[in-house]
């Protein structure tokens, strides 16, 4: 008897074993409780109420307890466990967070601090495993949904929740955060790639350039660079942003879709960090106080700090140099799939790999122009301008750029042009109808990977790895080093570096402070630099790289790219910056500090 082909394939055995694995794990291993402690700074507004900072906005203090007498102070266990009958009981929840008070003796007298307290948990090593999940189907079946799905199933099977439709899809689905995605990233975008498609504004933008301008591939790459550069306000809007400009132009010039993937993705994050007028600053600020330490005392001085650390973020500096070198066709080493994707489109006009499947569906790749208009490259620049205008201005008036205006504002200055140029109404609604259909999957697989890495917080991977840190003897010239590759971790597992500074951060302040107080080091501040600036990057450069981050995609989506095309040629290149910021800091560490 034949065995069907589907049952010889090593993927679906690998993706069953998986999930069984997965479910073995929440059954049979019980999560390790964590105590996550975050360092507050505090303040008393006009009436005279306690309020700390988080995420740019202000959070009232309302129930204030001291150390001493905290649900959640590990002396008071056996309480917690009284409470916690009383409370399961009476059909309450159990409490998961405090904010403390504590006062301690230092030698220039008492030093009251205020602290958050919050119940984490983690499953030890398989706390990773969702994020494997995902990440080792990626690799294997060169399919991001099929192995999205696989990681979002064993994250539910890990946690229990086998409603899978109710508890995973429709609970995230209702976030705020994903239906800004969506929102933003199929009806927005979309339809504004739509309107340009029909109207051939990007076509007409890319003819001109071309003619004044861009003369090959080179500098159509050099560009590329050049946009990254100028749109440095954070990673996923500077993917979008340089994607869609260059990607009509690049592709006139025969530029390889992983080539102009791989010049997006490097200067979108590592920009953003090395040219930080934007919300960077403010956000990280939240999570790098640290009682006791004068240069991080007050909100200025944590943001001073951050200006002052960009210098040392070494990888953010190599990573923008050598995607530079690799624009101008000078970097020394391209690795063997990045020159085989060179190759093919010089020789064959071939952008994508054979048997590559775009992010970008076939409805963006073709104009589709009515019959008697007249395409305009005022189309095309006068929505990019109001949208990064708004993008700015909004940052500059409020402290977080309104991404979500930005969009809304240029597509319907891109609508309204068109119908006054003379496009029909119904032909415009087609054109907008064909670019959300052009970025569906796109959308698809962005959401379930903020699924993904969602399952892979909630399970505790970054919980358990700062664990491993802290239990960890270290010394002090290694430390730098040693953050880099767990934030890496933990970026790469969950796709996020926001979400691993605010897992990294209240950690490796307190730690980097503690080792240099111990070690006797002469110039504490500089090593204080070097490890924060080694958590900036080793989170850059995991959210970069991983195939479930939403910048990773996004590049993807916006070049046209197959998204494991992307990572497969993007991954070794980036590697050479990490490690050359890893020796760099390591030699700092030891000669100067």
Known sequence: MRVPDVFRKPALYLFIGLLVLSYAVGRLIAPTPVLETVALDVKTNESSQLFYMERGKPISIQNLVSWEDAYLNPANADLRDEINQQRVSSGQAQISQEIVIQTTQSADGPVTEYKKLSQKRHFGIFSLLPALVAIILCWTTREPITALFGGVLSGALILTQFDIPTEIFIRNMADKDTAKIVFLYLWLLGGLLGIWSRTGAAQ??????????????KS???????????????????????????????????????????????????????????A??????????????????????????????????????????????????????????MRAAIDRSRKTGELDAPDAEPMAAKELETMDIPEGYNPSMWEFILPLVLLIGTAIGTFIAGGSPKIVWAFSVAIMFAACSALLRGMKLKQLIDGIGNGVKGVVMGSVVLVLAMIVGRLTRDIGAGNYMVEVIRSASIPYWALPVILQLLTILIAFSTGTSWGTYAVAFPMAMPVAWEISQ?????????????????????????????????????????????LMDHVRTQLPQACIAAVGAGILWTLCAVFFV
């Open 280 to 337: 960077w600053p403010g956000y990280v600020s939240l999570y790098i106080f640290v009682a006791g330490v004068p240069f991080l005392a007050t909100e200025a001085d944590r943001i001073a700090f951050f200006f002052r650390s960009v210098p040392f973020c070494f990888y953010a500096i190599l990573a923008v140099f050598f995607t530079f070198l690799f624009s101008i066709e000078k970097m020394p080493w391209v690795n063997k799939r």
């Open 220 to 278: 159509a790459k050099v560009a590329s660079w050049l946009l990254g550069v100028v749109f440095f306000q954070g990673g996923t809007i500077s993917t979008v942003l340089v994607g869609t400009s260059v990607k009509p132009l690049s592709d006139k010039q025969g530029v390889s879709h992983e080539e102009l993937a791989y010049v997006v993705d490097s200067t979108a994050s590592p920009i953003a960090s090395q040219i930080p007028f934007n």
């Open 518 to 562: 111990g070690a006797g080091l002469q110039n504490e501040f500089l090593y204080m630099t070097l490890c924060f600036a080694a958590v900036m990057d080793g989170s850059v450069f995991g959210d970069q790289c991983s195939p479930i981050s939403d910048t990773t995609v996004l590049s993807s989506m916006c070049t046209g790219c197959d």
């Open 204 to 217: 007409a933008f890319a003819d001109f350039i071309s003619r004044r301008f861009v003369k090959g591939p």
